[in-house]
C-alpha cells in the first residue's frame, strides 16, 4: 500500500480497491470494444440511409425532424448499451461491494437520463442543426 494511504484506510480495502480498478478496467475494454464494432456495423450496413428515407418520408426534412432523427438514432444505440451499464452497476461493483443503487433506482436513473435528453438535448441538437443550416456555405 503506498504511503499516503496508511492509516487512512485497511489494507482489504486498499486491495479491493485496486482489484476493482482494474476489473472496471477490463471490462471498459470490452464495453468499448463492443461500441466501436457497433459503430462500424450501423456506419456500414446501411441502417443510416434507410432511417433517413423512412424518416423524411414520414416527417419531412426539417430541422426538427432531423433532430429527432438524429435523436432517436441516438436513443437505440443507448438501448444497445443498456447490458453492459447493468453489468457494470450491479454485477461488477456487486462484486466488490461497491453497489449501493437497487435496481429501481437503476431504471428510475435511466428514465430520467431519458426525459432530461429530450428536454434539453433535442432542442439543443434542433439548434445546432438550425446553426449548421444557417451558415451555409461557411460550414
Do not use: C, H
Amino acid at each position: 500500500m503506498p504511503i499516503a494511504f496508511r492509516g487512512v484506510i485497511d489494507d482489504a480495502t486498499y486491495r479491493r480497491s485496486v482489484d476493482y480498478t482494474l476489473a472496471k478496467g477490463r471490462f471498459g475494454d470490452i464495453a468499448n470494444l463492443f461500441d466501436a464494432v457497433l459503430l462500424i456495423a450501423v456506419l456500414f450496413s446501411g441502417v443510416l440511409p434507410w432511417a433517413f428515407g423512412s424518416f423524411t418520408a414520414s416527417f419531412g426534412a426539417s430541422i426538427w425532424a432531423m433532430a429527432g432523427l438524429l435523436f432517436v438514432v441516438g436513443v437505440a444505440l443507448s438501448i444497445l448499451g443498456l447490458p453492459f451499464a447493468w453489468y457494470a452497476q450491479f454485477k461488477l461493483e456487486g462484486r466488490f461491494g461497491f453497489n449501493t443503487s437497487t435496481m429501481r433506482t437503476w431504471v428510475f436513473d435511466r428514465v430520467k437520463g431519458f426525459l432530461l435528453a429530450l428536454l434539453l438535448g433535442y432542442p439543443l441538437l434542433a439548434l445546432v442543426l438550425k446553426l449548421i443550416d444557417w451558415a451555409g456555405a461557411v460550414w
